[in-house]
């Protein structure tokens, strides 16, 4: 298999060379990959070129096993799957498939009803084809009164009555090997763009008696590739709307699926529910009857059945059955909610085991934590976890209780069953069952408004006051 990955994308304008813009979770290398490994391939070889050292390294990363191969001169199609079979030469006996590493929408079913045909008709050179609405810039698909593929022109290269033809090229290839090496050394750059065409393989099978397909694709989507960001965001809308859809009919509920984004690495289980305003990115798993949404981004997560995640955003976190979070809520990378637990509205955890039953209900941060189960952890209360040079844990035991607005300065334990008392900030372990006092004791200071502020409406109200509680003692004398 030969996937072309050498190109520029010059319309793109970035930096990011094109094939590793991504839509649906993975990059568009990626995607073709994908639809390639489902086939279960001997080889992968990936021809590669601008931005090489960017498109090495995420080759490495998703696809270890594929072979890379530099194309140093971008002489065109033709040149780019030479130079893969030169340094990569393939069995002369087997079947070569070369695909486009930008076409994110092919199917390794479509990939697999070519390969069949090719080898069904024996063919020497297959090519995938679609009809399309507008066929301005691909390459024509011309056939005989028999209906065989006899040449594929270029769309710079075509005659007018060629032009009319709406049967395209897709770029997606079978070869017999042992013919592709031999045509590939005889391919000429007499064209208008100097380079060698891997179309003018199909020229010269017809010249030498070679059977030559023409594979039409079911849906003529699949073959589009992308060239600028107008492209990139139009195919993702595409496979997103195709995500979602089979998910709906595997059995998950999903409320608006025009506002509900899921990636292909996603995975969800019958009866789960997707409310609007939903993104699901990355390695997502979600349970059975979990609830998820509105407003909700959760990217790597782990979602337990029964749980609901509304108006949140959570990354790498484990959500346990029948936990809920939200609204507002912000879980970050190694949070864990055990069953039944609670991370309420405006609640931020990091790097925390929330035991099962436990809750953190409202305005709190919770980092570098492990909690145990039935604890209470009160409104606005704050885990001091960094001193400013390193980060410290604080374990809290089962069924603590921490009383509203207290600061737990890490590294600190509070023994199972204690209480800390509103307003506290607590610097020292806690024994079980004890409670524990941290802070100053309250001091009024009388008159102070009236000497420090003057004539201000505080002040005005405390003289106002002051003299009804007056008036009062005076009529009950």
């Avoid at 492209?231 to 496979?239: R, V």
């Avoid at 996603?266 to 949404?293: F, K, M, S, W, Y």
Wanted: aromatic content about 4%.
């Amino acid at each position: 298999m030969v996937v072309l990955a050498a190109g520029e994308g010059t319309r793109m304008r970035s930096a990011t060379p094109k094939v590793l813009h991504r839509i649906g979770g993975r990059s568009l290398l990626g995607h073709a990959l994908a639809a390639v490994d489902g086939l279960g391939p001997g080889r992968v070889v990936v021809v590669i070129g601008h931005g090489r050292d960017a498109v090495r390294e995420h080759l490495a990363a998703i696809a270890p096993a594929a072979f890379a191969v530099v194309q140093e001169q971008r002489n065109g199609t033709g040149h780019a799957v030479r130079v893969a079979c030169e340094e990569v030469p393939p069995d002369p006996a087997a079947i070569v498939l070369v695909v486009c590493g930008d076409t994110p929408l092919l199917r390794t079913q479509t990939l697999a009803t070519l390969l069949a045909e090719h080898e069904r008709e024996r063919a020497a050179v297959s090519v995938l084809t679609a009809a399309v609405a507008d066929p301005t810039g691909y390459g024509r698909i011309v056939r005989d009164s028999s209906g065989r593929v006899t040449q594929i022109v270029e769309h710079r290269e075509a005659t007018a009555q060629q032009l009319a033809i709406d049967e395209v090229n897709s770029g997606v290839y079978a070869f017999h090997a042992g013919f592709l090496t031999q045509a590939l050394g005889r391919l000429s750059t007499a064209n208008s763009q100097g380079e060698q065409y891997l179309t003018d393989v199909v020229g010269l099978a017809r010249a030498a008696g070679e059977t030559v397909l023409g594979v039409r694709a079911h849906d003529a989507r699949e073959i589009l590739g992308v060239n600028d960001r107008v492209q990139l965001a139009a195919l993702g809308a595409e496979l997103n709307r195709r995500v979602v859809e089979d998910w709906m009919r595997a059995g998950v509920t999903v409320i608006d699926p025009a506002s509900t984004w899921i990636d292909v690495g996603v995975h969800l289980e019958p009866d789960a529910v997707v409310c609007p305003n939903t993104q699901l990115h990355g390695a997502t798993r979600v349970a059975a009857g979990a609830v998820i949404g509105p407003g909700t981004t959760l990217t790597d997560c782990l979602v337990g059945p029964g749980a609901e995640v509304l108006s949140s955003y959570a990354t790498q976190a484990e959500i346990g059955a029948g936990a809920h979070v939200g609204p507002f809520s912000f879980l970050r990378p190694g949070t864990r909610l055990g069953p039944d637990a609670k991370a309420g509205a405006f609640v931020e955890i990091k790097n925390s085991i929330v035991g099962a039953g436990s809750k953190v209900p409202h305005l709190s941060y919770v980092g570098d934590a492990e909690i145990g189960v039935g604890v209470n952890i009160g409104a606005a209360t704050v885990f001091v976890n960094y001193d400013g040079v390193a980060k410290h844990r604080t374990t809290v035991g089962d069924h603590v209780r921490v009383g509203s607005d207290t600061m737990l300065v890490a590294p600190l334990t509070l023994g199972a069953g204690s209480y800390t008392a509103a307003g506290s900030v607590i610097t020292q372990d806690v024994p079980p069952g004890a409670l524990a006092v941290g802070r100053g004791t309250q001091r009024n200071i009388e008159g102070w408004v009236e000497r420090k502020r003057p004539g201000s409406a505080a002040a005005t109200a405390a003289a106002a006051a002051e003299k009804s509680t007056t008036d009062d003692l005076e009529r009950a004398e």
